[in-house]
């Protein structure tokens, strides 16, 4: 059997962690802190101890008063260590978000949670997301480790080949 995904949870009510807690465990292995930390940046090295590919963020995260960032913030930290780890906002204020989001490419209802059917199309983004992001990863892998058998064969690189390995070298550098 294939490793399952790692995922965070990123919420601050407890009923939503347990609600993400039931439709996502058996898919993915999980991390979903119980309180989140005061100050954002404390965030970014418990994604990485979990080595996270994926990380589903409740929008409103401030609504307790507990934190006083949102799920926007979160992303655009995030972006400051890893520009293409997929991330998602969800939320119960979908259209507050989708006009609101700087940051977040996809913005979805919390009803994907709650409701059997849409937990599935949930698993589906979230998978195919970070299949996307595994398989350019290894793409951009691929090409320098072509590139640099080329070099050590005492081939020269063609333009084409500096520019792949250069767009190659910038995505690794940005994860």
Known sequence: MADKIRLVYLDEEQGWQSQAYAALNVDFELHIPENLPRDIESLWPEIKEFNAEAILIDYRLNEAGEVAY???D???????????LPMFIITSYEDNALIEC?????????ELLAEADKVIKLKNIITASVNKYEARKSSAEDIIISLQAKVKTGESLSNEDETNKFDAELYLSEL
């Open 74 to 84: 979160v992303i655009k930290e995030i972006h400051k260590h890893n520009k293409h």
């Open 102 to 110: 700087k940051e977040a490419e996809i913005v979805r209802g919390k």
């Open 70 to 72: 949102t799920g926007d």
